[in-house]
Every structure is written in structure tokens, then in C-alpha cells.
């Protein structure tokens, strides 16, 4: 399910681009020390977006720098570094996980199964460093999988089970801004798991493999499943402007306004074959 929360790249200017490769970057540069290189094949952009809505949100003081590393040896990348990039650069490597796991248990991948091998001998840390958000996983995949074995019909409990799991994520710390940020996560799990959805549905027929649409029956219904996403997405907007966002705020308003939709409807024209 990565792959929706990233930018519209052509609308950002040449600084927000910058600001953007930078702080992905520097995940991917955290994901290298406190978890193997081999653990960055699993690096999504939309971990950039966690870590930008908590750097705007709480401004931490950044230490930045340009080495080369193994991906780009003769040229060099600007990161930026603070708590907010290492806790993504943490969240990524745990989600890259069970997502492995998942393509493991639906299309028996080989690379999945080395991939959650790989990843997983960093959970344990992770764990002890952010204990509520790992349960947090664990919770939501049971209950997914109890879902998805009784063939739910109801796409509002997958949605909202996976929306939880996103609302403890976008929660760093408890404190003024966490119902906020729950509730906005809410949203936002609604809209990737909805999106995931629509997008799969096809190919989730042709394999005879769990969908929420198709198991609510009625058959395809694009326009109908495109109007819970932008109730979904218009909730997590409006929580979102709650919150008092300054830096990088223009960058935030170019992926959840813009960049959410370009890359859902990219993806369902690829799917579509158009």
C-alpha cells in the first residue's frame, strides 16, 4: 500500500523539489545506519510526507550534509537529519516489513520472503523504541487478516482498520496535537486502503484474492468507489488545516491537494491498460 502519499513532482518549484529529495534523502541515509543497507529497498516517498508534517509541526533543529553513499558514489545528495527523519526511516522499515509479508502470503514471492527475512531482524528494535505504533501494526494486520478471511463486505471495517493503524503512525507523541493527528490519520488510511482497492480490483478478481469492492458485490462501480476518496481525502485535508503548519507547508499542500490523486488515477490508468 506505498506509493499514494508523494508529491505531484511537476508542480513544485526547484526548491521544494530540492527540500523533498533532501529529507528522503536523509530516511534513506537512517534506514543505511540503524538498519542495513539492504533494508532501503524497501524506501517509499511516502515516508518523506510523515516526516515533513511532524518536522513542520514541531521545527526540531536539522544537521544536513552531502556525502556520497553506495546508491550514489560519484554524485553526492544533500540530506537533513533530526528525530522526525530517523522515526520515518524506523516506520518505513516496519511497514516495508509486513508489506513484504504480505506479498510473501499472496503471491509466494521469493524476493518478499528475503525481504521480510531482511527486514525483520530489525523489528525487535523498533519495537523497543516505539512500542505502541508496532502493536499498532500488529493489531491492524490480525484484524485485516480476519477481515479478509471472511470475505467482508463492508469496505468501511478493512478501512477503518487500516486508517487506525495511520493514526497511530502520524502520532509522535502524545500530547496537544495527537487527536488531531489521529483523525487526520484516520482519513488517511481510509483514502490508501480505498485507493489500494480500486486500483487492484481487477487484478484481485482475475487472482480470486480478497477485494472490499468486489465482495461488497454490485460489480465495478470507478465513480461510486472515486466519492468515498474524496470523502476520505477531504476529511484528512480538514484536519490537516488544523494544524499549525509554516515550514514546508506549500510542499504538504502539493501532496495531499495534488499528488494523492495524480499518483491514484496514474495507477488506476495503468491498471486499466489506458
Known amino acids: 500500500m506505498f506509493g499514494?502519499?508523494?508529491?505531484?513532482?511537476?508542480?513544485?518549484?526547484?526548491?521544494?523539489?530540492?527540500?523533498?529529495?533532501?529529507?528522503?534523502?536523509?530516511?534513506?541515509?537512517?534506514?543505511?545506519?540503524?538498519?542495513?543497507?539492504?533494508?532501503?529497498?524497501?524506501?517509499?516517498?511516502?515516508?518523506?510526507?510523515l516526516a515533513l508534517l511532524l518536522m513542520s509541526l514541531y521545527e526540531p533543529e536539522e544537521t544536513a550534509g552531502k556525502p556520497a553513499?553506495?546508491?550514489?558514489?560519484?554524485?553526492?545528495?544533500?540530506?537533513?537529519?533530526?528525530?522526525?527523519?530517523?522515526?520515518?526511516?524506523d516506520m518505513n522499515v516496519a511497514l516495508a516489513c509486513r508489506n513484504a509479508d504480505d506479498d510473501w502470503q499472496d503471491d509466494r514471492k521469493?524476493?518478499?520472503?528475503?525481504?521480510?527475512?531482511?527486514?525483520?531482524r530489525n523489528l525487535p528494535g523498533i519495537?523497543?523504541?516505539?512500542?505502541?505504533?508496532?502493536?499498532?501494526?500488529?493489531?491492524?494486520?490480525a484484524e485485516l487478516n480476519?477481515?479478509?478471511?471472511?470475505?467482508?463486505?463492508?469496505?468501511?471495517?478493512?478501512?477503518?482498520?487500516?486508517?487506525?493503524?495511520?493514526?497511530?503512525?502520524?502520532?509522535?507523541?502524545?500530547?496537544?496535537?495527537?487527536?488531531?493527528?489521529r483523525r487526520m490519520g484516520m482519513a488517511l488510511g481510509r483514502f490508501i486502503y480505498l485507493g489500494d482497492a480500486a486500483r487492484d480490483y481487477r487484478r484481485?478478481?482475475?487472482?480470486?484474492?480478497?477485494?472490499?469492492?468486489?465482495a461488497m458485490g454490485g460489480g465495478e462501480d470507478r465513480p461510486r468507489w472515486e466519492e468515498y476518496?474524496?470523502?476520505?481525502?477531504?476529511?484528512?485535508?480538514?484536519?490537516?488545516?488544523?494544524l499549525p503548519l509554516v515550514q514546508d507547508k506549500a510542499l504538504l499542500d502539493n501532496i495531499l491537494y495534488s499528488g494523492v490523486w495524480v499518483n491514484f488515477r496514474g495507477e488506476k490508468e495503468k491498471e486499466e491498460g489506458t
Not at 110 to 120: E, F, N, Q
Not at 127 to 141: G, W
Not at 148 to 169: I, S, V
Request: proline share 5%; charged share 25%; glycine share 6%.
Open 4 to 49: 499514494y502519499v508523494t508529491a505531484n513532482l511537476k508542480e513544485l518549484t526547484k526548491e521544494q523539489t530540492r527540500r523533498y529529495n533532501q529529507v528522503y534523502c536523509g530516511i534513506c541515509r537512517q534506514i543505511r545506519e540503524r538498519s542495513g543497507g539492504l533494508s532501503r529497498l524497501g524506501l517509499s516517498y511516502d515516508m518523506a510526507f
Open 69 to 89: 553513499c553506495g546508491l550514489h558514489p560519484l554524485r553526492p545528495k544533500y540530506w537533513v537529519d533530526n528525530e522526525y527523519i530517523r522515526y520515518a526511516a
Open 110 to 120: 521469493l524476493s518478499a520472503k528475503v525481504m521480510s527475512r531482511s527486514l525483520g
Open 127 to 141: 519495537r523497543e523504541r516505539f512500542p505502541r505504533q508496532c502493536q499498532a501494526m500488529d493489531d491492524c494486520i
Open 146 to 181: 480476519r477481515l479478509e478471511a471472511e470475505n467482508c463486505p463492508n469496505p468501511d471495517q478493512p478501512a477503518n482498520c487500516f486508517g487506525t493503524l495511520m493514526g497511530e503512525l502520524l502520532v509522535y507523541r502524545e500530547d496537544l496535537w495527537a487527536p488531531t493527528l
Open 204 to 214: 484481485d478478481c482475475r487472482k480470486k484474492r480478497y477485494n472490499p469492492f468486489s
Open 229 to 242: 476518496l474524496v470523502l476520505a481525502m477531504g476529511r484528512c485535508t480538514g484536519e490537516f488545516e488544523k
